[in-house]
Nanobody, 116 residues
Framework: QVQVVESGGGLVQPGGSLRLSCLVSGTPYSIYLRGWFRQVPGQRRELVATITSGGTTNYADSVKGRFFIVADNAKNTVTLQMNSLKPEDTAVYYC??????????WGDGTQVIVSA
């Protein structure tokens, strides 16, 4: 019944920007942590950015200063603003919204391709 819907993926040129959005619906639980992860074929999924319900953020070193995560707790949404995109940012990006350390709601992933 719980649904996680991601949007905003696509093709962008190096140096460009893209915004990913994620909405979770149908859950009676409060979300304490929201985040974005990404995965390249043949590699493990890695953390990109997270934000707590209190607004504390955490970023991977590779995206610090370029990516920004924002959440709207009331609307159960989380957004990832990606700037100065590099080819190495190419990946499938997954939204995760967590009730606690053992209960997570994952999106199906949205493709981001950074290429000229």
């Amino acid at each position: 019944q719980v649904q996680v819907v991601e949007s905003g993926g696509g093709l962008v040129q190096p140096g460009g920007s893209l915004r990913l959005s994620c909405l979770v619906s149908g859950t009676p639980y409060s979300i304490y942590l929201r985040g974005w992860f990404r995965q390249v074929p043949g590699q493990r999924r890695e953390l990109v950015a997270t934000i707590t319900s209190g607004g504390t953020t955490n970023y991977a070193d590779s995206v610090k200063g370029r990516f920004f995560i924002v959440a709207d707790n009331a609307k159960n949404t989380v957004t990832l603003q990606m700037n100065s995109l590099k080819p190495e940012d190419t990946a499938v990006y997954y939204c995760r919204q967590s009730v606690d350390h053992s209960h997570h709601f994952w999106g199906d992933g949205t493709q981001v391709i950074v290429s000229a």
